[in-house]
Every structure is written in structure tokens, then in C-alpha cells.
């Protein structure tokens, strides 16, 4: 009972963070890390099957991947924090969740050092 009370409030306050997440990064932050799982996984599962299978099913079983990572994105961040919990765990949840952060992280401070620069380059910037 204990498990599943903890488990709970682990899954809300991931659920708090990623909304604060959304606000900085944008509410669809999290869509390509669903695709790109929902490919990996995809993929694994065509590794295993025999080359024939493999070819005869590949492009419907892709197509129906993508469909249902469109689906889990399609139910927000919500949807998205609670499938990468069943999904991943909490520790990898976690994990994937601040990796797209930090590469949400890089890429606005890449924008803002552009932006510096071309501001600075610009005709009459101070030296």
C-alpha cells in the first residue's frame, strides 16, 4: 500500500515539474522523446522477429508506432508523464525528462548567443 502511495506522489510531482518545464520549453517539449521511444521500441520489437516477418510487417507496425505516440502526445503532458512512468520507471522517467531539458537548455542559450552576437556585429553597437 505504501508502494503505491509513494509511487503516486512520485508521479505528481514529476507532473509539477514538467508543467514548470512546459512553461519555459514549450507544452509540446516532451513530443519527440515520445516518438523517438516509441521508434527504439518499435524497432526492438522488429529485431526480434525472423528477416521475413520483419519485411512482410515493418511499414504498418512503424506507421502504427507513430500512431500511437501521436495518441499519447495528443493527451498532453499528463498522458506523456504517465506513459514515460509505465513506460521507463520513475529513475528513467526521470532521466529522459531532464535530458530534453537540458537539450532545450543548450539550444535557447545557442538562440540568445546568436542573437548577442548579431546584436553586437550590428552597424553603430557600441565597441
Known sequence: ??????????LERIQMTTQRL????????LDDL????HESIGADA???????????????????????ASE???QGLEGQVSWLFRTLGVCEALRAIEGVAR???QQLKAVLRRGLAEESAAPGAPA
Open 1 to 10: 500500500m505504501e508502494h503505491n502511495h509513494m509511487t503516486q506522489f512520485t
Open 22 to 29: 512546459a512553461r519555459l520549453y514549450g507544452d509540446d517539449f
Open 34 to 37: 515520445i516518438h523517438d521511444l
Open 46 to 68: 522488429l529485431n526480434a522477429l525472423s528477416d521475413r516477418d520483419a519485411n512482410e510487417s515493418s511499414d504498418v507496425f512503424l506507421d502504427e508506432i507513430s500512431v500511437r
Open 72 to 74: 499519447i502526445n495528443n
Open 103 to 105: 537539450e532545450r537548455d
